[in-house]
């Protein structure tokens, strides 16, 4: 059984930083693409950004661009998501999700975890 578990989350301040972590567990051999999607208050969710894990390549959406950066550490089966000069409009509950296709969109992923809060605000 897939399990994911996401962390990290909580309230920073406009311009500040924050490191998300999502911790996989179980048989995810065969998913080879992990990513990180959110969800703003009364918005749909939408993609932020994914990774490969085999190749490591790196997928950006336009929410993704710039201040968010996307990495893995493959021996904890754990990817990061690395948050810099947070806005307001970046306050979402992030979620990651793996998927055993190439596209990092939310509806080609097939196992979700549970999501970690970030308010921003002052």
């Known amino acids: 059984q897939v399990q994911l578990v996401e962390s990290g989350g909580g309230l920073v301040q406009p311009g500040g930083s924050l490191t998300l972590s999502c911790a996989a567990s179980?048989?995810?051999?065969?998913?080879?693409?992990i990513g990180w999607f959110r969800q703003a208050p009364g918005k749909e969710r939408e993609g932020v950004s994914c990774i490969s894990t085999p190749s490591g390549r790196k997928y950006y959406t336009d929410s993704g661009k710039g201040r968010f950066t996307i990495s893995r550490d493959n021996a904890k089966n754990t990817v990061y998501l690395r948050m810099n000069s947070l806005k307001a409009a970046a306050t979402a509950a992030y979620s990651c999700?793996?998927?055993?296709?190439?596209?990092?969109?939310?509806?080609?992923?097939?196992?979700w975890g549970t999501g970690t809060l970030v308010p921003v605000s002052s």
């Open positions: 999700a793996l998927s055993s296709g190439a596209r990092c969109v939310s509806s080609g992923m097939a196992h």
């Open positions: 179980g048989v995810i051999v065969e998913y080879d693409l």
